[in-house]
Structure formats: C-alpha cells, structure tokens
C-alpha cells in the first residue's frame, strides 16, 4: 500500500463539507461523499467527523465486519508516515499478556495449581480428623 495516495491532516481538515466529505480512520483516508445518503447510521453522524479523524467514534459503534469490507470501497489514501498515530484496538483475547491472572511464574500463590491441591489435602485431613 505505499503506492497509495499520502494526504496531510491538515490536507484533510478542510474536505470538511457534504459535496467533499472525507474522514480519517485509523490512518487511511476515506472519501465518503457518495456514502452520506446510504449509511445505515445515518448522514448526520459522518457529517459530524468529516474532516477529521473519526477512528474512534467509528471504533466505539462496534461496526459490523461488512462495514469493514464496505469501507475498503471508499478508501482513497493513507496519512504521510510522520503523521499517523498508533492504532488503539479495543480487542479483548484470552493471550492478552497484560492480564493479571495469567498462570506464570510471576501470579501470585492463590492464581497457581498448588492453592487448590493444598486446599483439598487439608479439607481431608480435616474430615478424616473429624468423621474418621
Ligand atoms: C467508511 C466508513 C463507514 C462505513 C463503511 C460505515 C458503515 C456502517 C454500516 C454498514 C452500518 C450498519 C451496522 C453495521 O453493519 O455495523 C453502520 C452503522 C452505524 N455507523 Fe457507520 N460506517 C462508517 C463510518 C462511521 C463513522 C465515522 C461513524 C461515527 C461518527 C459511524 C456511525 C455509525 C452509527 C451511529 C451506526 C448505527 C449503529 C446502530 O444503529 O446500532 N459510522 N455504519
């Protein structure tokens, strides 16, 4: 894609009007003119953000994976490489490194197998000392 057409933000800032209506998601740039009338959120929600960068109200939607393949439609370039910004993803996964109660060598005693092992050999200990 770096043949692709590169726009400032500054470029982008003033296509800011229904007859050029462009946006920036996630460091590309999406002319949405034709668009406007044939979202399903309505016209007025893009209008809100064109010009500018949309990528977290379009993020906070939820949009659908078809939304995803139907913006591809209206794609017209990508920001200069000094201009882009990281990419926040709001993704959750099981692997997520970051997570406080993954099963390593760093979690704490009660998150490892031996707190329930040793929780079962005392409930044993403590009903054979009781019914035996
Ligand atoms: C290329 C850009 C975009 C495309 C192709 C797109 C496409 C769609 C599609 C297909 C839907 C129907 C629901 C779904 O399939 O997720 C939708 C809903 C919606 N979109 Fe977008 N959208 C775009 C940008 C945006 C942006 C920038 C905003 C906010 C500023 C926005 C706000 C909404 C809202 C509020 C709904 C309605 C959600 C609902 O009724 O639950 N969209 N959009």
Redesign the pocket.
Known sequence: MSDSKQFTRKEISSRNSKNDAV?I?DNQV?D?TP?LDD????HE??L??VGKD?SE??E?????I???E??K??LIGQIVAEERIEIKKKTFTWDDKSSPSTDTENSSFINTWKFPVLMGLLMTLLYTYLFA
């Open positions: 946006v998601i999406y949405l668009f979202h399903p959120g309505g929600v893009l809100n953000v949309a109200d379009f906070d939607v939820g949009h659908s078809d939304a995803k139907l913006m439609k209206y």
